[in-house]
């Protein structure tokens, strides 16, 4: 019996850390997690409250809580954020474009939003194709709304009181689309969605299909336009919590 109970206990201590199940973590998890929350503008109990209540357990927390925010509010791998750019040969790049000879378009990969490096990727080009595929499968998550409007100028111009960025603590603000230095206004525009879209993506294809006809493929857009922060849960898991929601004043 006593040689059985080593041969395990080796066995155990032989396994990887992943092998155990680590969503019963320590109360640091659920501070971190509650202070995050709480940060955005969200009423919500005292950590000790939910702690007590969860028994330790971050990810009851994190359900708790993702009940309590509501609407927009969701429970992910914390992989699932992170930008997939393992197979492209300048891995600082923002985005790339990958054209396509048979039908005379071009597809751009955006990892994130930059307006200034995708202005002088297109400037570049020796014919700017009347086809545009704009690709947000692998778009990294971010509420900055900033690079969102001025890569949206270069397809739409200059448009005051775009759309409105209502935060998480109630505040309203009007965007304004700013004037591009250049613009491709004229070019149809297809915006490959996914899944894994997140919220700054979605809300950057609504506008260029509200303002410039932009079509939709790969889903359709929700009802509620979310931008998100990243608050993490405990190790692999992360909450990704409304800090704002966009909608269109008109």
Request: proline share 6%; with cysteine.
């Amino acid at each position: 019996m006593r040689l059985k109970k080593c041969m395990l206990l080796g066995f155990m201590m032989a396994l990887p850390w992943f092998a155990f199940d680590d969503t019963h973590a320590d109360t640091a998890d659920i501070n971190t997690l509650v202070s995050g929350v709480r940060a955005l503008g969200y009423e919500i109990p005292e950590f000790a409250q939910i702690s007590a209540s969860c028994d330790g357990d971050a990810m009851c927390a994190a359900r708790f809580l993702k009940d309590s925010v509501g609407t927009g509010a969701q429970i992910v791998p914390a992989t699932q954020s992170q930008p997939k750019r393992t197979g492209w040969r300048d891995r600082k790049a923002p985005m790339r474009i990958v054209p396509d000879p048979s039908s005379g378009a071009i597809t751009i990969q955006f990892v994130q939003f930059d307006a200034a490096f995708l202005s002088n990727l297109l400037s570049r080009l020796a014919v700017v194709p009347q086809k545009m595929i704009l690709d947000l499968r692998q778009l990294a998550l971010t509420d900055e709304l900033g690079e969102v409007r001025r890569t949206a100028s270069l397809f739409t111009g200059k448009r005051d009181r775009a759309f409105r960025l209502t935060h998480s603590t109630g505040r309203e603000v009007d965007w304004q689309i700013p004037q591009a230095k250049t613009a491709w206004p004229d070019e149809e525009i297809i915006i490959q969605i996914g899944a894994e879209t997140p919220g700054n993506g979605l809300a950057f294809a609504a506008i260029l299909k509200r303002y410039v006809g932009a079509k939709i493929k790969g889903g359709a857009l929700p009802e509620q336009l979310f931008v998100h922060q990243i608050v993490p849960i405990t190790r692999g898991w992360e909450m990704h919590v409304p800090s704002g929601r966009v909608t269109f004043p008109y």
